[in-house]
């Protein structure tokens, strides 16, 4: 069975997302403070964890940096802080999708199948697990490894899906609705502003081990690895 662990202060708010989520087949994991949630998944088989921003102790911003630090898994906001800046700190800080309260819980569920569609899929044997190299960048599809020469670069699942995704079709323009559809395996949400938070901490890692501006803007189109 596939667990979800919740972490969120208000019991409500877990509640109802326990009436969401469990007649999916989800079984739910609440927590309700960033530590309660780190010895959680320490102690048991997290497959997604739905985070909330504003917690006693440690907030959902160090929770997420921890969770990116030990865990690979999907890590959705949940949070009523709803504006642009907040979101952008929200993804910024290793999170995979970010949802504002009062939620839709048709539409928490459909991003919660899509987070864990998207990690199945690229965590799967059907990608190619020949090493792609390009322009002194390596990228290990086996181990989902970057390296910049002989120093390794530390992505997020979703940065290395998308530059995954970019090297193996060098030379082609990606749209950021293209790239949120191959990406997050889903319909579009608000794509635009995510894929581009997600694209420019990328772009920003490479440059800092010493890469060139690998992924090329094409103006009014999208996005691109030369071949």
């Known amino acids: 069975m596939t ?4 972490a969120d202060d208000d019991r409500d708010i877990i509640e109802l997302l326990r009436d969401t989520l469990l007649p999916e087949g989800f079984s739910v994991i609440a927590c309700r403070s960033g530590e309660e949630a780190l010895t959680s998944l320490g102690r048991n088989k997290i497959d997604l964890a739905i985070i909330d921003w504003m917690m006693p102790g ?11 630090m030990k865990w690979n898994i999907p890590v959705l906001f949940l949070s009523a802080r709803a504006s642009d800046v907040d979101k952008v700190i929200g993804l910024g800080s290793g999170a995979d999708d970010y949802m504002t309260k009062p939620f839709s819980p048709l539409e928490l569920t459909a991003r919660v199948k899509a987070q864990l569609r998207r990690f199945t899929t690229f965590n799967t044997s059907g990608i190619n ?3 792609v190299t390009l322009h002194g960048v390596a990228i290990h599809p086996d181990s989902r490894a970057v390296q910049v020469g002989e120093q390794p670069v530390k992505l997020t699942k979703t940065e290395y899906d998308i530059l995954l995704l970019l090297a193996s079709n060098r030379g082609r323009v990606f749209t950021l609705e293209e790239i949120f559809a191959k990406v ?3 319909a579009y949400y608000e ?3 995510t894929v581009m938070v997600h694209l420019s901490r990328l772009r920003e890692k490479l440059k800092k081990s010493g890469s060139p501006d690998l992924i090329q803007n094409v103006w009014g189109v999208g996005y691109k690895i030369e071949a």
């Open 3 to 6: 667990t979800i662990l919740a």
């Open 58 to 68: 440690m907030d959902g911003l160090e929770l997420c940096r921890q969770i990116r």
């Open 129 to 131: 697990p020949a090493v």
């Open 184 to 186: 997050w395996k889903d």
């Open 191 to 193: 794509s635009n502003n």
